[in-house]
Structure formats: structure tokens, C-alpha cells
């Protein structure tokens, strides 16, 4: 293989400005950050601070649509505006605010409306990556809802009324390569070990080693070695507490011993007396992965299936065949006490077969796409070893549509009552909102925005609450408190609450764009009065 190219000048001040999020999520992350276009609809407080979250870390380019004009509401919520902005286009002065924290990101903006964009141009929306629409009305987001689960591109929406914020995401379907648990098992094959490996270990015998080269043996090795000792007596790996306490005093009883038959101090025994949980198991292929690989998508490929699903039927297949029924190996090792010759003989032993694997995966792809009629070039070489390398950690999510959720015969009404029944539960605020939309579509006001109409407002949210609340079946709010509070609210957006929900969502738009780490599933509240967040999904 060709050395690689080095690094341009360019390539590398960018690699030193994104270093910390490039720990996150890599380069090829911030290679799809950098690919995006960001549509954002009304640059409110909430607005602007979503695209802050995301124009610092280096997205492509991103397109304001706001129609209105910088208020002095917008300018007592708002960060990015001050008293010289007052009358001017709220999309142009948020767009050259934004555009100056990172020369790298491009902005735009339009100076309507959303419907009015639609209306005029239908395609309008098929050139973003994702879609965010802070505070909008009833009717815009049934329309918007509709017009991008049919193009299958993500939506957040979200708001923040006084102290209370909401996030909805609706997507078709989301595929996410690398997760990132929080506790990742090594992917060791000590059950099931393949002829590389076998090889090695074979050629190593503990018992001839001196007392230094015992000692700096690597516990993965150790594990092995007993592990065989194990399977001579036992028909199977130890697998509850008394059999594995039992295999680590086989493991406790082989180290050297010194003077006055004294145990010396091994610490690479030690190591492999502890990864006994997490390295002696049943290498299997987990149930969330069988799901996704014996998924109608993955079985019938078609002309249109995505690559997620194109490099999952390859791994299918080969597991079926050269994987023997299992995934690729991930060729890594944990870090482990051991001196760097032999560490790196061992790992050299993973990553070969790991590229084996890889390479296996990558003609079963090729394969794939000449059956599709695509070109070889649809999927490059390293996205198969990426897949590879997180084949274990491949998770899909279908949602549902938030257009959907504004019909009363599809909404989950259940979950609505059953949460509502719980005085703890922040359910309420979710019921409220929709109220307050429902206000706003007929009244174009918020509840309580004029100081003269709190009162009579405060009678007519409790009807509009009251008329869904009957639509979905279920009985009234048991207290009006939250009515009162947020007709107090006037729609009003705190600066602090809209920057805690714009890093959150911004931080979701990163999930959907890089396709790494569990993104929200249907909807989240936050009630910054008691510092508490739910999640529920409708």
C-alpha cells in the first residue's frame, strides 16, 4: 500500500482550530459537519443560539428564513442583537453576527416567510442536511412536517416560552454507525479464536518464560492460555460467579513464586485476574445487530438503498460465510501492562485479521453495487472499514411524524393521560404548549403579550386546552397554575433558557449530521425552574 500523501498546510491549521471536537467524532465527522447545510427557520434568541452551537465547530454553510424585523423584544432576548439593529431584516443581522464567529462557514438568508418559500419554490428544501424551526406557527409546521418526511430530510423544532423549553426531531429514519458506549467490551475472540491468533498464543510457552519475560506477558495471552487449561477439564467457559472466581485462582495460582514461596508481583497477572468479566464471554452477535441485518431493508436491497444498508447486507453475507456467523473483528486491544514488543506483536495479530475481515466486507460490497447497477466508487473503501470497525454498534431509528401528531386519531393519547396523572411528570408543559399554538393560530398572539389581556387571556388558553384535551379523550388539567404561569410568560424567551436548549439542539443536529451517538427519540421538555428534562415520544 501507498504511503499516504502528507497533510496540506490547510488540512492541518484546520485539524489544530477543531482539535477538541475532533476527539468527539473524528475526522470523518467533521468531514460530514463540514458537508452540511444547515436551514434555519426564525433567528429568535433560540435560533441564533442553535447556529452559534453550530457555526463555531465548522458546518458548511447554513440559510436563515425569517420574514420579520429585529424587535425590542429581540433585542432584550437576544445575544446577537443590539439597539442599532432595531427595524432591520432579523435573518440579515443574525446571518452577518453568525457568519463573523467562523470564517470558514458560509450564510445566506431570505427574507420571507416559510409558506411563502414553499409555495413558491417546492424543491426548495431538498438542498439541506437538516431543518430547524424555532417558535413556528400551527400551520407552517403541518405543512414543513410533511413537505420533509416525504424528502426524508431531519427536523427539530423546538421553543422556548419563560423557563420552559422543547425539542421535537422527527426523522423517517436514522441510521447511526458509531455509538459510542460508555462501556465498550474488547473484542478479543478468546471462546472462539481464530487461526492468527491461535498461532500465537501456541508459540508462546508461559512456563519456560524467565521471571522478567513472564511478567510483561500480555494478560490477553494469559487469558487464552487458561482459558485452554479451562475447556481440558470443563465443557464450556466459566459463565457465573463460582466458575469464573474458580478460573481466577487458576489464574492467581500461576504466578511465580519467590523466596519463602512467596507470590512476586505480577501486575500483568494481576490485569488478567480482573478482565475475567469483561474478557471471558460468549463472543455472539448481539440481538440489536441480528434485528438491523435481518431487516426487510437489509435482505431486499434495492436502486435506492442507502449505503448504511448496502454495507450491512455485505457484513450479512459475510458473516454467512468467511465470518463463520460472526462479525468482523475489530483489530483493537485495550491497553494492558506488557513491554511494547510484545504488545505489538499481539495487536499486529488483530489488526491482520481485522483487515482480512475488512477487505472480505469490501468485495462482498463491490459485489453488492454491481448488482445495484451503482458504481464502485458509490461507497469508498474506508467507509466499509469504518463499519467494520462499529459493526457492533450499528443502531437504526424510525420515528414518527410530527404532522401526525396533530391529528387526535394518531397522537398516543395513553401516554398523554397516564403522564398527566403523574403530578411530577412535565408532560404538562408539552399539553400547555400545544395549547398556546393553538391560541396563537387564532388569536396571532401569545397569550398574555399584552399587558391589558393577561386575564381575558388566561380564560381563553384554558378553553384552547380544554378543546385538546377533549380531542384526544382525555379529562382536564388538574390544576391551572401552569395556565396562569405561562399567560404571565407572554411568549417571552429568557436568554439563559434559549442558550441551554440551542446547545442541546445543536448538539442533536450533530448527531444526525455525523451519524454518531444516540440522538432523541421523538421528544424532550426542559423546566429550567427545577433543573428537570424529560423525554417522551407521541
Not at 411563502?116 to 413556528?136: R, S, Y
Not at 423517517?172 to 474488547?186: A, L, S
Not at 408539552?430 to 398572539?445: C, D, H, M, P, T
Not at 443536529?509 to 429550567?528: L, M, S, W
Amino acid at each position: 500500500m501507498a504511503s499516504p500523501a502528507p497533510k496540506s498546510p490547510e488540512q492541518s491549521e484546520k485539524s489544530k482550530k477543531y482539535d477538541r471536537q475532533l476527539r468527539l467524532w473524528n475526522d470523518h465527522g467533521q468531514k460530514l459537519l463540514g458537508d452540511a447545510h444547515i436551514c434555519l427557520i426564525n433567528a429568535n434568541a433560540l435560533g441564533t443560539e442553535i447556529l452559534k452551537s453550530l457555526v463555531l465547530p465548522g458546518i458548511g454553510s447554513f440559510t436563515i428564513i425569517d420574514g420579520k424585523k429585529v424587535s425590542d423584544e429581540d433585542i432584550g432576548s437576544n445575544f446577537f442583537l443590539d439597539a442599532d439593529s432595531a427595524g432591520k431584516s432579523r435573518a440579515q443581522v443574525a446571518r452577518d453576527q453568525l457568519a463573523e464567529l467562523n470564517p470558514d462557514v458560509r450564510g445566506e438568508h431570505i427574507d420571507e416567510g416559510i409558506e411563502q418559500i414553499l409555495n413558491n419554490d417546492p424543491d426548495f428544501l431538498n438542498k439541506f442536511t437538516i431543518v430547524i424551526g424555532c417558535a413556528m406557527t400551527e400551520k407552517s409546521l403541518i405543512l414543513l412536517s410533511k413537505k420533509l418526511w416525504d424528502l426524508d430530510i431531519p427536523l427539530i423544532v423546538c421553543r422556548t416560552i419563560g423557563f420552559v423549553g422543547y425539542i421535537r426531531v422527527q426523522v423517517k429514519e436514522h441510521t447511526i454507525v458509531e455509538r459510542h458506549p460508555d462501556n465498550e467490551i474488547p473484542d478479543l475472540r478468546l471462546d472462539k479464536p481464530f487461526e492468527g491468533l491461535k498461532n500465537h498464543c501456541d508459540s508462546i510457552n508461559l512456563d519456560s518464560l524467565d521471571l522478567k519475560d513472564h511478567s510483561h506477558t500480555p494478560y490477553v495471552i494469559i487469558l487464552y492460555k487458561y482459558l485452554q487449561k479451562w475447556l481440558e477439564i470443563h465443557e464450556d467457559i466459566p459463565k457465573n460467579w463460582t466458575e469464573k472466581d474458580e478460573f481466577r485462582n487458576m489464574i492467581r495460582n500461576g504466578i511465580r513464586k519467590g523466596e519463602n514461596d512467596v507470590p512476586v508481583d505480577e501486575e500483568n497477572f494481576d490485569e488478567a485476574i480482573k478482565a475475567v468479566n469483561t474478557c471471558i464471554y460468549k463472543t455472539t452477535v448481539p440481538s440489536s445487530i441480528k434485528k438491523i441485518l435481518n431487516d426487510n431493508s437489509c435482505i431486499n436491497l434495492n436502486a435506492k438503498s442507502s449505503s448504511f444498508w448496502i454495507i450491512a447486507k455485505a457484513i450479512r453475507d459475510f458473516m454467512e460465510n468467511e465470518g463463520d456467523g460472526l462479525l468482523p473483528l475489530k483489530g483493537a486491544l485495550p491497553d494492558m501492562i506488557a513491554d511494547t514488543e510484545k504488545f505489538v506483536s499481539l495487536l499486529q495479530v488483530y489488526r491482520k485479521q481485522a483487515i482480512a475481515d475488512v477487505e472480505a466486507v469490501w468485495r462482498r460490497t463491490l459485489q453488492l453495487l454491481r448488482q445495484l447497477g451503482k458504481p464502485s466508487e458509490a461507497i469508498p473503501e474506508h467507509d466499509v472499514k469504518l463499519y467494520c470497525r462499529h459493526a457492533s454498534e450499528l443502531t437504526v431509528q424510525r420515528g414518527t411524524s410530527i404532522a401526525d401528531e396533530y391529528d387526535p386519531k394518531m397522537i398516543n393519547a395513553n401516554e398523554i393521560a397516564q403522564s398527566l396523572e403523574n403530578p411530577e411528570s412535565l408532560m404538562v408543559h408539552y399539553v400547555v404548549l400545544r395549547g398556546i399554538e393553538k391560541f396563537q393560530g387564532e388569536y396571532n398572539a401569545y397569550p398574555g403579550e399584552f399587558d391589558d389581556h393577561v386575564e381575558p387571556d388566561i380564560v381563553k388558553l384554558k378553553a384552547c386546552i380544554s378543546k385538546l384535551l377533549g380531542e384526544w379523550g382525555c379529562g382536564p388539567l388538574s390544576k391551572d397554575d401552569y395556565v396562569h404561569e405561562y399567560c404571565r410568560y407572554g411568549g417571552a424567551e429568557l436568554h439563559s433558557v434559549s442558550a441551554t436548549i440551542g446547545g442541546l439542539v445543536a448538539q442533536e443536529a450533530v448527531k444526525f449530521i455525523t451519524h454518531q451517538y444516540i440522538p432523541i427519540n421523538n421528544t424532550f421538555i426542559y423546566d429550567a425552574m427545577s433543573c428537570n428534562g424529560s423525554t417522551f415520544t407521541f
